[in-house]
């Protein structure tokens, strides 16, 4: 084959105003050439125009077109899983065109419901992510301890005392029926009402709060080697509020 | 759940994809490493001092911004002389080190040479407009694009190649430990009289593993691995413009 395009096979998940960058990487062919052009057609759904480069020469034998574009809103009236677009790449006469990959676009809840499964993936966890009101937001197993845990997360600007009960009382009607061990309340606000710490050093429920930019830091030291899964474990089944 | 606020476009997802040409030979690291041994052969003198880290270069640009208040008047120093003496007083403050105590000026001359190799400074110590570029990103959360910005700096104007061209010729070159490689890079690098006044072979080597141009020591194979596709893409970068 003259032109290979190499585009990863994944279906992308976004929400509202997430950035997402193309970056094509063009390796220069070894003979002779006058031009390479690369154009990125966007699809409809996404009202976006084309991009089109032209590759020049240079010292390296190799450029980078960077090509951002922004996820837009989700629209209940359409699909909210859509094709990208595709990229076609021309050299002397010679055409390929490739379909990119596709785009679901999520609510902000779902959104963080997703990156909040990824990073307990990341931890070593075993996620399943469920729908609806009366289902758990997050089902996570790790390997390396027994029971199941239940992960609630949460997107509320500040987390309050109400939210907090509700989640209490999602957690102990659940907790029967999927034999859960523990609940693991993950929030995306790093505010996070006085009333909540009043309540959570008395509470007796086998349960863990937590903030998402913590949840990070603890998984950037578990990459970075400065703690072991255990500690993690350790970490995401300490009773109360943990901060990292 | 109830939120609305755009917040959770939070970061930016990257979606790899590469064009290749039947007849091609040269993968992206072979062309890097090409590319940054011969950016190499031009470098005079490296832009390093002291002990810096990568984030010890956010936390001076910082300082520098204050000289200038919301009237356009400089209020911490005028001339390049007013500014050494002040980082003379301050440097040990603003980049959270021991008292440097007789070392201080040394070290603060030492700094604004390197600040002004890399045309962060002008000839009077002011900021240029590298420094705010760099300033923009060091500001964010998170400093991965501070770095990245940084090593595009230091590779392209503060001859950062020369050291990576030296370290993958010692690899290669030998079986060291850890320390001895160091050793001779400090001395190879010397040698060739590209490096000026005290700086700390160590912290050179550890901004590297920060900047993602090399992998952390690998104490089995007793080597760093270059990371030559990162490098000729920073080389390539057009964060400076």
Redesign the interface.
């Known amino acids: 084959?003259?032109?290979?395009?190499?585009?990863?096979e994944r279906v992308?998940k976004?929400?509202?105003?997430?950035?997402?960058?193309?970056?094509?990487?063009?390796?220069?062919?070894?003979?002779d050439?006058k031009n390479i052009g690369?154009t990125v057609d966007f699809s409809d759904s996404l009202a976006l125009p084309s991009v089109q480069r032209e590759i020049k020469r240079?010292?390296?034998?190799?450029?980078?077109i960077n090509v951002d574009m922004?996820?837009p809103p989700e629209r209940p009236s359409k699909r909210t899983e859509l094709r990208i677009g595709s990229?076609t790449?021309t050299?002397n006469g010679d055409k390929t065109t490739q379909l990119?990959?596709k785009l679901i676009i999520l609510t902000?809840?779902s959104?963080?419901e997703e990156i909040t499964g990824e990073t307990l993936r990341s931890l070593g966890y075993e996620v399943q992510r469920y729908s609806g009101p009366r289902n758990p937001d997050l089902v996570a197993y790790h390997p390396d301890q027994p029971g199941k845990l239940d992960v609630e997360a949460?997107?509320?600007?500040s987390y309050n005392l109400v939210k907090y009960r509700s989640d209490i009382g999602k957690f102990h009607g659940l907790k029967h029926v999927h034999n859960f061990q523990r609940l693991l309340i993950v929030t995306?606000a790093d505010r996070i009402e006085p009333g909540v710490f009043d309540e959570l050093a008395h509470v007796h429920d086998p349960l863990t709060l937590i903030r998402y930019g913590d949840l990070k830091r603890l998984l950037s030291k578990y990459k970075n080697c400065q703690i072991s899964k255990y500690e993690v474990i350790s970490k995401l089944t300490q009773s109360g509020f943990v901060e990292v | 759940?109830?939120?609305?606020?755009?917040?959770?476009?939070?970061?930016?997802?990257?979606?790899?994809?590469?064009?290749?040409?039947?007849?091609?030979?040269?993968t992206?690291e072979e062309?890097?490493s090409e590319?940054v041994i011969?950016r190499s052969g031009d470098v005079d003198i490296i832009a390093y001092s002291g002990d810096l880290l990568l984030n010890d270069f956010g936390k001076l640009l910082s300082y520098l911004n204050q000289n200038t208040n919301a009237y356009a008047t400089k209020v911490l120093y005028q001339t390049k002389d007013q500014l050494i003496a002040l980082l003379t007083v301050k440097l040990a403050k603003i980049l959270g080190r021991q008292n440097l105590d007789a070392g201080a000026s040394r070290y603060a001359k030492s700094v604004f040479r390197t600040l002004r190799r890399l045309e962060l400074v002008d000839t009077e110590g002011d900021p240029t407009i590298y420094a705010r570029r760099l300033l923009s990103r060091w500001k964010l959360r998170g400093h991965e694009e501070f770095y990245r910005a940084l090593g595009e700096l230091l590779l392209r104007k503060g001859g950062w190649t020369l050291v990576l061209a030296q370290l993958d010729s010692l690899s290669k070159g030998g079986n060291y430990r850890k320390k001895m490689l160091h050793e001779a890079l400090r001395d190879s690098l010397e040698e060739k009289r590209t490096t000026t006044g005290i700086w700390s072979v160590d912290a050179l080597v550890q901004c590297l593993v920060d900047l993602e141009l090399i992998k952390p020591w690998d104490s089995f194979h007793k080597k760093y691995d270059i990371l030559w596709e990162r490098a000729?893409?920073l080389?390539?970068g057009s964060i400076l413009g």
């Not at chain 1, 240079?58 to 980078?64: A, L, Q, R, W």
């Open positions: 084959m003259p032109i290979s395009v190499e585009i990863p992308i976004g929400v509202r105003g997430k950035k997402i960058r193309l970056n094509i990487q063009v390796e220069h062919p070894r003979e050439w690369v240079n010292e390296v034998g190799f450029s980078i922004e996820v990229i790449v050299r990119l990959p902000p809840e959104y963080f949460t997107t509320e600007s995306k | 759940m109830t939120e609305n606020s755009n917040s959770n476009a939070e970061a930016l997802e990257v979606i790899p994809i590469a064009i290749r040409f039947a007849g091609r030979a040269a992206f062309q890097g590319l011969l000729a893409q080389l390539q």
